[in-house]
């Protein structure tokens, strides 16, 4: 096919290349060759026997890097790159054309069961690392599917439910990640998701696939169902959807025909999705050929050891006795407890689970970094609920106060929580923040380490401990980051992606989550994870963005400078501490005197830098002038409003380093005049006043303004000013006015 043009396709070949041969492959179809789409964003699952869309049949053996709750937390776009890549060159080696990944929805309720398949609560941060993990997979040749399109923020009800929102915190919060990753990687696909969105389901939604996805973006790739997305394939091929899957026998091919033939279904439609299929094939084709490297299973498995150890975030060290907990010291006995050690959580329960090529196991790996020092270990619990709860909290309490120091790894089994359904709490078994009060008592040197995909309580675990590493789930390798952090041979630098509340009552969704009736109302709006705390004042265990080192660092001389490509920030960082480390800088921009409801701040713009002791670097970082718009819902368009802007360098959405402003000029927006237009509205116009009181004499408010207390000016600007002709007594005609108006409007123009 690289070689020649297709033949020709006729009618019922087109239909054909819009739905799968097979739960995994495409149909070979004329000249155009079968493609093999597979799971999944951290690992590639490919199976060759029995299918399945949830992880139940076995796959073959591939690396499981840290699942996207982990990887945001490096907050690292070049390493998500790399991890891209590495996927790539392994998709290669097992055949697979097109990996279905990433995984980009906000992370809008912390009880959402597939939030560990998702990097963040916030689109900026979001769309960075997804973009950059684009752009490394298909530098290999092998084609992305970002997904889920859109607003797929529940598992509850998911293949039916409405997400019912708001245009500007659809497009601002759950498009825009979407939007950036489109623009700047060009994924070679897009897939649809399950639900409703506002009423009509994404496979069928032609505003969202065609309007905006491809009139407005530009896309011009292959949109593909996520697996039984597809209710109606006529209405689907419709609305924009190119590629229908698993297979389905051909029945949803001959509707497509029959659609065509009875003149229902418009026939270019149909051929332009069949073209961006033969399209997707020729990419393919050509990956295929492209030289790559051959699969190390060694060097990847060190990769993702590297890449692990980047997402740990240090939650919390204080010292104990005057000197911190961490990192471990080699010289000094150690109690491991926790079933987590030596069964650990790594990924992630469903479609995207991965068979790894092999698995670090926590307790061994810390043992091969101790030193020589006695490492003992207890159990403390069970995951599943069975064995002597009392007796294995005692002996874990009596290793504990024999050791030096204690680490104690907590967290969720994988059957409580899963794609497929929500969690009902963000709380810790009681058994294991039972053992852990234990433990801190009989030692208060006390580690914890926490393993899993979504947001929990961790009042308790911060109460109790003086130490807190936060894993998330760190892949196959994550047993050896661990220990690389735990005992200082990598300091942690990593930063929250999600804000961790105090209680599950405060979280912005927690009214409406996970919805009824096959609806989910998104009354929160805007105002999504840190946005929310930070407009309601409301205190939080963990801010987004926090994330603390074995080092310090200190900002300085923050500069600010405007330009048509937006706002350049340059911030001096320094590295006040006694060892090398890493500082995520973080950009927060607030426009305090918005003339729309705006978030009292959002993050723009972030950098990583590794400094040794002592030194410092002037970072210069861009935040795009596109980032600073809002939508404007009058203009149905993005729109950067013209004023001054705060912009804060910080090490978290509550740690402010540094804070200046910068003047930036806004964007005209000229909207038409209507009779429903406000006199306020129309006044505002140049020569409007005069006209209109040509037209219309307004009657004189008394100078003092308090005719009928109230004030009237105000009163009046409010009023539609067709609705005045009420008031004129038949001395000005509708025409007259929409004269008016059209002259007004011309003169904007």
């Not at 967290?411 to 053992?435: K, M, N, T, V, Y």
Request: hydrophobic share 45%; charged share 20%; glycine share 10%.
């Amino acid at each position: 096919m690289t070689s020649h043009n297709p033949a020709p396709l006729s009618l019922e070949q087109q239909a054909a290349l819009g739905s799968g041969a097979d739960f995994w492959s495409t149909k070979e179809v004329g000249d155009v060759p079968s493609l093999v789409l597979t799971d999944g964003p951290h690992g590639v699952r490919r199976q060759v026997g029995a299918t399945d869309h949830l992880g139940l049949a076995g796959s073959e053996a591939a690396t499981c890097f840290p699942p996207a709750v982990g990887l945001g937390q490096s907050w690292d776009a070049r390493l998500a790159g790399k991890v891209g890549a590495a996927l790539g060159v392994e998709s290669r080696a097992l055949g697979v054309d097109v990996l279905l990944g990433p995984g980009i929805n906000i992370k809008r309720d912390p009880r959402c069961g597939r939030n560990f398949e998702y990097y963040s609560e916030d689109p900026y941060l979001s769309g960075r690392l997804a973009a950059s993990w684009v752009r490394g997979l298909q530098g290999t040749g092998v084609g992305a599917s970002l997904k889920h399109f859109a607003a797929n923020n529940t598992e509850h009800d998911r293949m039916r439910s409405s997400s019912d929102i708001a245009p500007r915190p659809l497009r601002e919060i759950y498009l825009r990640a979407f939007q950036h990753v489109v623009q700047t990687a060009q994924p070679w696909t897009v897939m649809c998701s399950y639900n409703r969105i506002n009423g009509t389901y994404a496979s069928e939604n032609h505003w969202l696939l065609t309007q905006v996805l491809r009139d407005e973006w530009g896309f011009d790739g292959v949109v593909v169902s996520d697996w039984g997305a597809v209710q109606d394939r006529v209405k689907a091929v419709a609305a924009g959807l190119d590629l229908e899957m698993p297979g389905n026998g051909g029945t949803a091919d001959r509707q497509v025909v029959e659609a065509v033939e009875a003149e229902g279904l418009d026939a270019d439609v149909v051929a332009r999705a069949a073209a961006r299929v033969v399209a997707l094939a020729a990419k393919a084709e050509a990956g295929r050929a492209a030289p790559v490297p051959a699969f190390d299973a060694e060097a990847h498995h060190a990769l993702a050891r590297q890449v692990a150890a980047r997402c740990v975030v240090l939650l919390k060290n204080e010292p104990v006795d005057g000197r911190t907990v961490l990192p471990l010291d080699t010289a000094r006995s150690l109690a491991v407890i926790g079933e987590f050690a030596r069964s650990p959580r790594y990924q992630g329960g469903g479609s995207s689970h991965v068979n790894p090529t092999r698995v670090d196991i926590p307790l061994d790996e810390i043992r091969a970094l101790a030193g020589g020092a006695d490492v003992g270990y207890a159990a403390g619990y069970t995951t599943d609920g069975s064995g002597d709860a009392a007796a294995l909290r005692d002996e874990a309490v009596g290793a504990a106060a024999a050791a030096d120091t204690a680490v104690v790894f907590l967290g969720l089994a994988a059957h409580q929580e899963s794609e497929g359904f929500d969690r009902e709490h963000i709380e810790l078994p009681s058994e294991q923040l039972e053992l852990l009060a234990e433990v801190v008592r009989a030692q208060p040197r006390t580690v914890v380490v926490l393993s899993h995909g979504g947001a929990l309580r961790l009042g308790p675990v911060a109460e109790a401990a003086p130490a807190v590493l936060d894993g998330a789930l760190l892949g196959q390798a994550g047993g050896g980051a661990l220990a690389d952090v735990l005992y200082g041979r990598v300091n942690p630098s990593a930063r929250l992606t999600e804000t961790v509340p105090v209680r599950i009552q405060d979280t912005p969704a927690f009214l409406d989550f996970p919805g009824e009736h096959g609806h989910v109302a998104y009354g929160e709006g805007l105002f999504v994870g840190h946005r929310w705390y930070d407009a309601r004042d409301i205190e939080v265990a963990f801010p987004f963005g926090h994330g603390l080192s074995y080092t310090s660092f200190a900002y300085a001389d923050l500069e600010l400078t405007a330009d048509a490509e937006g706002v350049t920030a340059r911030v001096t960082v320094t590295n006040t501490g006694g060892v090398a480390g890493r500082e995520v800088v973080q950009f927060y921009v607030a426009k305090p005197d918005s003339s729309v409801v705006r978030p009292p701040q959002e993050l723009k713009g972030h950098a990583c830098v590794d400094l040794a002791p002592g030194e410092s670097e002037r970072l210069s970082v861009l935040l795009d002038r596109a980032d600073l718009a809002y939508w404007d819902i009058r203009g149905d368009r993005w729109v950067v409003e013209g004023g001054t802007y705060e912009v804060r360098a910080a090490a978290s959405s509550r740690d402010i380093r540094a804070t200046g402003t910068v003047e930036v000029t806004g964007d005209a927006l000229v909207l038409p005049l209507t009779l429903d237009s406000t006199l306020g509205e129309v006044m505002a116009t140049p020569g409007a006043a005069e006209a209109l009181g040509v037209l219309m004499p307004m009657p004189q408010v008394a100078a003092d303004n308090d005719v009928l207390g109230v004030d009237m000016a105000r009163m009046m600007a409010s009023i539609p000013v067709g609705r005045l002709l009420a008031f004129a007594g038949g001395a000005v005609t509708p025409a007259d006015l929409d004269k008016l108006l059209t002259q007004l409007n011309s003169a904007q123009a």
